[in-house]
């Protein structure tokens, strides 16, 4: 009976071992994410988290095809009824492709939809071949267009965004190029929002769900491998306003998206503040739950000088052999998300007394104390029915500058976490901090 027992203390053990592993393994920090929120308008960072950090492009590429391309039609050596040859090596790409035969030819214009529209890797290589003779010279000439762009972090090896270990980015230099795509060729720019098209008998229907679902969204990109997660740029107007917002490493297409319209709203809203006067602190979205990378990719600086290796040898495995149906399948996503868990986890409201922690939740710092107050007053009652009895803190910062920074003190750190997700969730901005 002992030798029982002791069995099935240690059958239990093993169990709550295995639970907790998978309850830590479904919460940790994702290492390919990464996002940024733009105005458009006034240059201004409304977000960003590990906007700098090396991530890989995956189709997000394309958009520097693209703006290859649209450089040659504006200095006249392409034309859009020009017929693109297809080569063998262009043929021969993996899905999502368009299908294209080796000896046949795609007009400019039909491969700028295809490109949009489709992802199509086999008319990513026609274009780039048409360019710059061979892909991996095409590759230099993007990089070095890159970075003449500004987008200093990052390396092309091939105009499709298939796996290569050396083509990396940042999202920030991905919301560079959406905006210079904008600013510069704004008579093409329409092309991101297209839906569909047909070539050839067959029509074939965006992946960008965001421009058809989130109210005025009108462009730009998606993308996938497995190296790189779910990835998006989008470009959103909202009272004459444009934001242009990047996602990186998302864990599904359905997640990476509502991510994506959250991160929207919240720059819309963190506008509106803007416009009336108040001031609004930077914060992460979702806290440290989802930021601590792992073993990013390397450097731009440390690939910049590495010997090329060409895409059909890095792109093995899945991304190989991906079918449309398959394509279709991923880029629906799957109910069982781990980003929308962290979401949930992150907005669920709990009710609190809000007293006898060390931490606080800062909504703001001014040059005005009665200024701070009025802030940290108005956030507290947003918070009426998640914590009770907060206690707002208004205190000068240490330095020559005269800073007032506006608190919610004496808060247990979970609470913080969720009175600041939630604050957020009303377009004002937070970050939470220990406090003595």
């Not at 009665?370 to 918070?383: E, I, K, N, S, V």
């Not at 914590?387 to 707002?392: A, G, I, N, P, T």
């Not at 330095?399 to 919610?408: D, I, M, N």
Request: hydrophobic share 40%.
């Amino acid at each position: 009976m002992r030798s029982y027992n002791r069995h099935n203390l240690g059958v239990a053990i093993f169990l709550l071992f295995c639970i907790q592993l998978l309850l830590v393994s479904t919460a940790q920090a994702n290492p390919r994410y990464a996002a940024i929120v733009i105005d458009v308008e006034s240059g201004d960072v409304l977000h960003a988290e590990n906007a700098d950090a090396t991530r890989y492009p995956a189709s997000l590429t394309k958009m520097m095809t693209l703006y290859m391309l649209f450089e040659a039609l504006e200095n006249g050596s392409m034309h859009m009824n020009q017929p693109l040859p297809v080569s063998s090596h262009a043929a021969s790409m993996p899905a999502s492709k368009l299908w294209l035969s080796a000896g046949s030819t795609i007009a400019v214009e039909d491969a700028i939809k295809a490109l949009v529209v489709r992802s199509a890797n086999d008319v990513a290589v026609v274009v780039a071949e048409a360019l710059g003779n061979t892909e991996s010279n095409f590759g230099r000439m993007m990089t070095q267009r890159a970075n003449e762009l500004g987008m200093t972090s990052t390396v092309f090896r091939n105009a499709s965004g298939l796996p290569d270990n050396a083509q990396v980015t940042t999202a920030r230099d991905m919301a560079t190029l959406s905006i210079r795509v904008m600013q510069d060729f704004p008579q093409y720019y329409h092309y991101f929002s297209t839906q569909s098209f047909t070539y050839r008998g067959t029509t074939h229907t965006s992946h960008n769900r965001l421009v058809r679902n989130y109210p005025g969204a009108d462009g730009l990109k998606t993308g996938f491998i497995r190296a790189s997660g779910f990835n998006v740029a989008t470009s959103a107007i909202r009272d004459n306003r444009r934001i242009v917002s990047v996602v990186m490493g998302g864990f599904t297409a359905a997640s990476r998206d509502t991510h994506m319209s959250d991160l929207l709203d919240r720059g819309f809203a963190r506008l509106s503040m803007l416009q009336r006067g108040d001031w609004i602190a930077r914060a992460d979205v979702l806290g440290d739950r989802m930021e601590l990378p792992e073993s990013p990719p390397p450097s731009a600086q440390q690939l910049a000088a590495a010997p090329e290796t060409s895409s059909g040898q890095m792109a093995a495995g899945l991304e190989r052999q991906l079918s449309f149906q398959s394509e279709m399948d991923i880029e629906m996503g799957s109910a069982d998300d781990p980003i929308r868990a962290l979401i949930a986890q992150a907005d669920s409201p709990r009710a609190s007394s809000g007293s006898g922690g060390s931490w606080a939740v800062q909504v703001g710092a001014f040059n005005d104390a009665d200024q701070a107050r009025h802030l940290a007053t108005r956030a507290a009652d947003q918070l009426a029915s998640l914590l009770h009895d907060v206690r707002v803190s208004v205190a000068q910062s240490d330095g020559e500058r005269r800073v007032f920074r506006a608190r919610l003190v004496d808060l247990q750190e979970s609470d913080a976490h969720s009175a600041c997700n939630s604050l957020r969730a009303q377009g004002m901005d937070c970050m939470v901090v220990a406090h003595n």
